[in-house]
Nanobody
């Protein structure tokens, strides 16, 4: 059974930093895409950052220059380093991976990030 366990969320002041982690277990095929999404109250879920097998990354315009996504293939883990956090970054952050040749999707349960003074 595939499981994604996220950690690292919490309350931080504006300008602060957080590091999210998402560890996948029960994986028997290669992980293709790994990404972080977020959903704020009353808003649609959006892709924050993604990284493919080759290490190519992509970011939402709103987080470019502030967030960095990385992955450790040996640990089946994806990270999101978030710096210079703003109140508008407040949301539930979820990780998603795609696995195997059929690109089956798996989602984490989500972790709350709150940016407030």
């Amino acid at each position: 059974q595939v499981q994604l366990v996220e950690s690292g969320g919490g309350l931080v002041q504006p300008g602060g930093s957080l590091r999210l982690s998402c560890a996948a277990s029960g994986i028997f095929f290669s992980i293709n895409f790994m990404g972080w999404y977020r959903q704020a109250p009353g808003k649609q879920r959006e892709l924050v950052a993604g990284i493919n097998t080759g290490g190519t990354t992509s970011y939402a315009d709103s987080v470019k220059g502030r967030f960095t996504i990385s992955r450790d293939n040996a640990k089946n883990t994806v990270y999101l380093e978030m710096n210079s956090l703003k109140p508008e970054d407040t949301a539930v952050y979820c990780c998603k991976i795609t696995v195997g040749i059929w690109a089956r999707e798996y989602w984490g349960q989500g972790t709350q990030v709150t940016v407030s003074s």
